[in-house]
C-alpha cells in the first residue's frame, strides 16, 4: 500500500511559514495543547501531488510457502 503523505502545495507554504518565528511558536503549542485536532488537519492535506509517500509492507505468513 502507497500512502500520500503532505501535498506539495501545503509543504511549500509550511516551508515558508515555519521561518515566521511567531508562527513556529503557535504551531508547536497547538501540537502540545491540542495534538488531536493538528493531526486530524494534516490527515487532510495527505493527497496527491505529495512531498512524500509512505510505503505500508506486509508479511505474507510463513504457512503460504509450506
Given at each position: 500500500m502507497?500512502?500520500?503523505n503532505?501535498?506539495?502545495?501545503?509543504?511549500y507554504w509550511m516551508m515558508k511559514t515555519e521561518m515566521?518565528?511567531?508562527w513556529?511558536?503557535?504551531?508547536?503549542?497547538a501540537l502540545w495543547v491540542v495534538p488531536?485536532?493538528?493531526e486530524r488537519v494534516l490527515r487532510r492535506v495527505d493527497r496527491e501531488p505529495s512531498y512524500?509517500?509512505?510505503?505500508v509492507?506486509?508479511?505474507e505468513s510463513h504457512a503460504a510457502y509450506t
Open positions: 502507497v500512502i500520500p503532505e501535498s506539495l502545495p501545503f509543504h515566521f518565528r511567531p513556529d511558536y503557535l504551531f508547536r503549542l488531536g485536532v493538528v512524500r509517500k509512505i510505503f509492507l506486509t508479511r
